[in-house]
T-cell receptor, first 115, second 114 residues
């Protein structure tokens, strides 16, 4: 398996623009997580899907952020409009779920810079 | 609310030394505890996962212990090598909520000097 795939790997945009980050989880995994990592706040969970359904979006910073999972093999995280404080590395992770031994597998991340 | 802390924040050791990284958590109602490694510019890679009923797990030169009652875990790295240089994060998977949630610590940045 190719692992969790994220695109783009790097994104530079100007304040006010819409940004869409994409994630393809590992086939057969039914949980998907979006995280944001910054030096100041560390790794923060933004939203968690189980069987394509958003379970907890309490980590989404504000209404400018939205996430979708239209099917088991694809998810998007959208920021509209983007702001400089959104600059961070965004990770997607997937997990088979269920058993205590199941681990999350992380993608390589998308480094977002908002100018 | 579960809080996960890690000490030290950064550590620099000469090659060959044995070292210990510490992780503390405030709520002992956990499914498991996991140690991850993150290389610069990369995602996280799972190193060891300890279930709540276990005391320790070993993989090669790595040994992780768990003391749920005191809310502590340690990651022991034997005979450190420059290739071990990375950030190490611990994460706890909770059970109290209607679904399980993983909370990450801030990480320990390790540098092994040749």
């Amino acid at each position: 398996d190719a692992g969790v795939i994220q695109s783009p790997r790097h994104e530079v945009t100007e304040m006010g623009q819409e940004v869409t980050l994409r994630c393809k989880p590992i086939s057969g995994h039914n949980s998907l997580f979006w995280y944001r990592q910054t030096m100041m706040r560390g790794l923060e969970l933004l939203i968690y899907f189980n069987n394509n359904v958003p379970i907890d979006d309490s980590g989404m910073p504000e209404d400018r952020f939205s996430a979708k999972m239209p099917n088991a093999s694809f998810s998007t995280l959208k920021i509209q409009p983007s702001e400089p404080r959104d600059s961070a590395v965004y990770f997607c992770a997937s997990r088979k779920s269920g058993r205590p031994t199941d681990t999350q597998y992380f993608g390589p991340g998308t480094r977002l810079t908002v100018l | 609310k579960q809080e996960v802390t890690q000490i030290p924040a950064a550590l620099s050791v000469p090659e060959g030394e044995n070292l210990v990284l510490n992780c503390s958590f405030t709520d002992s109602a956990i499914y498991n505890l996991q140690w991850f490694r993150q290389d610069p510019g990369k995602g996280l890679t799972s190193l060891l996962l300890i279930q709540s009923s276990q005391r320790e797990q070993t993989s090669g030169r790595l040994n992780a212990s768990l003391d749920k009652s005191s809310g502590r875990s340690t990651l022991y790295i034997a005979a450190s090598q420059p290739g071990d240089s990375a950030t190490y994060l611990c994460a706890v998977r909770q059970v109290k909520t209607s679904y399980d949630k993983v909370i990450f610590g801030p990480g320990t940045s390790l540098s092994v000097i040749p």
